[in-house]
């Protein structure tokens, strides 16, 4: 059967539009010949809707959308994600569902058992997990029809197995399969493609079923759906992938399934590429076409500035420099100079006055009072507030241009720094934005070599250098990453090799910004765990490790 | 049999502050003559625990403690709150339970069934539901042991059924009980007492046991658990009840429960006391005395002020008057009177140069555009950068002053006014807010009287008004209400008797500013429906509902 694996990028609660856009992608598709056509998870109403769940509206809004949907289109068969209500008196009142139709006609619904409740997941608060069958039998082509997490639970291919039961297992055991589909919203993070395809083929493999594929493409908040979409063959080997962090379709023929070689995958390539889809499509399905930026001279704020440019064109951002007392010459001038490479305007904007004004007010309440961090708190602030009053003025959306490791140990500026629409680079580790300058500069140099080669600092105090107070990041990175994606313990981390010290104030840093990562400005997700809405730690507590 | 119901406060991850109380507590009912002392849900590791539950040396921490505890407490059973590791290989890694234990032995161990997840509770993210018996005879009296949403799936007790089991018909169809216990975490909400005592006394009427309900106590983030413990005789009656928003030990004799008349309820006065225990605990718990609040003459923050010098007294909270050339000269006088009513001490900080510095940097980016609400932020922000100045400076927190009203609408500035580390008045509407000042000045007035009776205004413009754009509050407030907490479409507001046109308006201004909530201060939680962690919408969406 020729079928059409349709990565689509929805908008939520955007019924129409998203009807409109799988209209004209079944039109599509049965042009090119195509007798099924396979949209993601919940495709109709965006994934994830969070709590619009919970408005009886919202399920009213997309079933009406649907009964219109089914009856417009004709000669081809729709396989796509929706929500449904549970009939059940007890549990959870919806279902997250596949409903197959043709020709106007409603030829099978089933619903999700395995529902993801961890990191960014909440899909226990809002559905009930399915017991209808996952079986279909079209055309002759006996299909088993599951919905993302259905695949996660096989005990071949992840050693955690969060649930009880096992959907590929139950449906193979009950029919005589022919195919395995799959359905997804499952966003990117740093080698999730790789353990997609790798878990996927285990389970191809093992029951002898070729396997399609099919996942929502599109940044939604600070998700990165990077569709690549695929269809392994029944030993599991690859035979056609679709794009990654664009709209793609990819058309199969099950009884014709030819192996091909995996797309070669650069970890580096791939978090530049779904950064700049998540700013797009963030400013763009928040109504929004500008961006403004602070440019320091550093290689955070000139990184996010470029992956902007490339995101939203160069004609849409501004760069902006402002330049306090401690600010070196240098900064300026890389500053200028990147703005000259990407072609944005840029505007200069001293501090100096408005932090006079403000030090002469403060002065009789600061009398007696020993210089801290209050003073450099002042200047990002400062900062923040003129970057907020031109992204008010222009009608833009300012973009925050921290980076992981410093928001892990607070060394950033609340209502300073950290202010933002979109926190860019929010999970991306301070060696991470080393490679990603780099290869932003691939075929030359955009971001300027003194910006990448020079030694951070926030330039808040003289001769301020980051690593006066942080060890280097080629330390800080990896604490980071074994406390806040491995869960590690403090003896876990001090066992591993690094400094006893070290590890104890890296930690005590991560605890006590809690409440500035409370209030951070949405940021794009590329590894196992961001800050955000993944992540849920209380502010007041007292745990030691 | 003699028991104690100890209504402790603990802090999350404080395990060691967290089983002293536990000793103590139990040494005092022990001295009064009880065989049993009953603590809340989790009481050795605090409820919350939220993503430290996925540290496997969170749970290695408690089990530290709890092996002491269980050696070091003699001549008293307890029955306690724990995360205890769930010994299935398949599903999540950890139970909720509940442990009994005398004279260092550990007579009964079972877990929680019914997890909630919903609003503020993501217990289905960490924990497998329990499938030990919650039956255990102690001394002779049998006993049903129930974990909070335990109780919570009753057919005859709730309309809503969100499980597919009802622990408590479980065990009382297996076994003959004496008496049901229920150990619990229960967050304050308006009437939700009045909610569970009535709940309550239908299930213990319906199977003829008395109950016994122990509750955590005190302030975790924006969470308020109430305690008010009791006790219910065989036909539902109420015989005891602890006292709300405080610690308590409540001894009962389940062998002589004798009814006694239900506390009188003011729901004003409960979310008084509500909010002075949140702010006093959440600042203490994370290590903090002093509090610093902007006051303008409203009333919102003349609460949020008042409220702060009963949390932490009055000579820990400074209040700020930070005048513009659009403040009244009344803003100023009223902010100092209420000063002076308080004892507080009062500071005056205007913003005239600091304004004009601002302007004098944009003047030229600005140039021929119109003003607009760009120049309004800059006030305020001007005012959010000299409050957090302060309360740098002098290791306090700032108290952010919005109320639920404004929040949801958006009538308040992102890095302004909404700066802070706790909205006291997050969670009240506008409304709540004038019967709580009213309730302040019970015993005569220290907010004064023409904060109360002025027209509400932001004063960030020449004459400016709240209800030049807003609707007034006794129609803004019901709209919110119906939207927010009770999930109400558009057409069902209307149909309600509301202005299309301004539930339209009013309905469009709660979405367009979901960006400016997700970076908001922690509020406190009163009402069934809070902004913050229990309250999750995407900001890129386009529900038109």
């Not at 960014?120 to 599951?146: K, W």
């Not at 009884?255 to 797309?263: M, Y």
């Not at 300058?437 to 075929?443: G, I, P, Q």
């Amino acid at each position: 059967m020729k079928i059409a694996l349709c990565q689509i990028n929805p908008i939520i609660g955007d019924f129409s539009g998203n009807a409109a856009i799988i209209k004209t992608e079944a039109q599509r598709a049965k042009e090119m010949g195509a007798e099924l056509a396979i949209f993601p998870e919940l495709a109709l109403c965006g994934y994830p809707p969070m709590d619009y769940l919970e408005h009886p509206a919202f399920l009213e809004g997309q079933n009406h959308v649907l009964d219109r949907l089914i009856g417009e289109i004709n000669g081809i068969a729709i396989l796509t994600g929706i929500i449904s209500a549970c009939p059940q008196e007890r549990g959870k009142p919806l279902h997250n569902s596949a409903m197959l139709f043709r020709n106007g006609e409603i030829l099978h619904t089933s619903h999700k058992k395995l529902l993801p409740t961890y990191d960014v997941f909440d899909e226990s608060r809002y559905f009930q997990p399915g017991t209808a069958s996952q079986f279909f039998c079209l055309d002759g082509l006996n299909m088993g029809i599951t919905i993302c997490e259905d695949l996660f639970n096989d005990p071949d291919a992840f050693a955690e197995r969060l649930y009880d039961t096992d959907p590929v297992a139950d449906v193979n055991a009950e029919h005589d399969l022919d195919l395995l589909i799959n359905i997804a919203a499952s966003p990117f993070t740093m080698g999730k493609q790789e353990v997609r395809r790798t878990a996927f083929a285990a389970i191809s493999g093992k029951y002898g079923l070729p396997l399609l594929y099919c996942n929502q493409v599109g940044g939604q908040d600070s998700l990165l759906f990077d569709g690549a979409s695929f269809a392994l063959d029944r030993q599991g080997r690859l035979c056609a992938q679709a794009r990654a962090f664009a709209d793609d379709l990819l058309m199969i023929d099950s009884s014709r399934l030819v192996p091909t070689a995996p797309p070669a995958t650069d970890q580096v390539a791939a978090v530049h590429d779904g950064l700049i889809m998540g700013t797009r499509d963030y400013l763009h399905k928040c109504g929004f076409r500008r961006a403004i930026v602070g440019l320091s001279g550093g290689i955070d704020s000139a990184l996010t500035c470029a992956l902007a440019c490339s995101a939203l064109g160069a004609e849409n951002v501004m760069g902006v420099g402002m330049p306090s007392p401690y600010s070196s010459p240098g900064s300026i001038t890389d500053a200028e100079q990147l703005a000259v490479n990407l072609g944005i305007r840029f505007e200069l904007l001293p501090i100096d006055q408005i932090l006079a004004a403000c030090q002469a007010s403060l002065a009789p309440l600061f009398e007696g009072l020993q210089e801290d961090v209050t003073e450099q708190n002042i200047q990002a602030r400062i900062r923040g507030l003129l970057l907020m009053a031109l992204a008010n003025k222009y009608q833009g959306l300012l973009l925050s241009t921290g980076n992981k490791s410093e928001l892990a140990v607070g060394y950033c500026t609340l209502y300073g720094d950290m202010n933002g629409a979109l926190a860019v680079l929010a999970d991306v580790p301070k060696l991470l934005v080393y490679e990603l300058a780099r290869y932003v500069n691939r075929e030359g140099e955009i971001i300027p070599t003194n910006t990448i080669s020079k030694a951070p600092s926030a330039e808040l105090a003289p001769n301020q250098k980051d690593q006066d107070i942080l060890p280097p990041y080629e330390v800080l990175d990896p604490i980071l990453s074994a406390y806040l994606e491995e869960h590690k313990s403090l003896s876990e981390i001090i066992a591993a090799g690094f400094d006893e010290e070290i590890v104890r104030d890296v930690v005590w840093r991560i605890k006590s910004n809690e409440h500035k990562r409370k209030q951070a400005a949405l940021g794009l997700k590329v590894t196992s765990k961001a800050f955000g809405f993944g992540r849920r730690y209380p502010t007041a507590e007292r745990f030691q490790g």
